[in-house]
């Protein structure tokens, strides 16, 4: 990963990196229909994953502890299979009112606080992925789809 990328991630909202990954795809002269689908994609992602580095309480799709938001974390969430996973534990978390599904301590996950997945539900929804039952799957062209997304951010950062 490029030093840049550290920084962007550093000390920064999303509203910076979404507009960073948007010069780079203009810079880069991507496709439209990549260009089209990186943005809304990260949005999704930081949309979750910011509120839960704010409140100290941010994980790898394994349920590991992490301290702050990298690259390759924000990689590792682009995965779709694991960012379905991460709108579903969050919404389990959200019911319950303590973060579920990770090994964070007791006391931490008593301390989560409800994150609005408004947008990471809409994004899953509008690529057929059923946010009901985790168990079904989503078509696997919607799969492939975000996997060449996810090589495009990869050679954005």
């Not at 439209?32 to 990186?38: C, G, L, R």
């Not at 799957?137 to 975000?146: G, K, Q, S």
Request: aromatic share 10%; hydrophobic share 40%; proline share 4%.
């Amino acid at each position: 990963m490029k030093k840049n990328s550290y920084k962007l991630f550093e000390n920064t909202n999303s509203e910076q990196i979404l507009q960073k990954l948007d010069e780079e795809l203009k810079k880069r002269n991507e496709s439209p229909f990549w260009s089209d689908k990186v943005v809304p994609f990260s949005e999704a992602i930081l949309s979750v994953l910011l509120p839960l580095q704010e409140q100290k309480l941010l994980f790898t799709p394994e349920g590991l502890k992490v301290e702050v938001l990298t690259p390759e974390l924000f990689l590792d969430w682009s995965d779709f299979l694991s960012l379905k996973s991460l709108a579903f534990t969050i919404a389990k978390s959200n019911e319950a009112k303590e973060l579920l599904r990770t090994t964070l301590t007791k006391e931490e996950c008593q301390q989560y606080e409800p994150i609005d997945l408004k947008l990471l539900g809409e994004y899953l929804s509008k690529y057929s992925v059923n946010l009901e039952y985790e168990n079904l799957d989503f078509p696997i062209a919607n799969y492939n789809l975000h996997q060449g997304v996810s090589n495009v951010i990869k050679s954005l950062l």
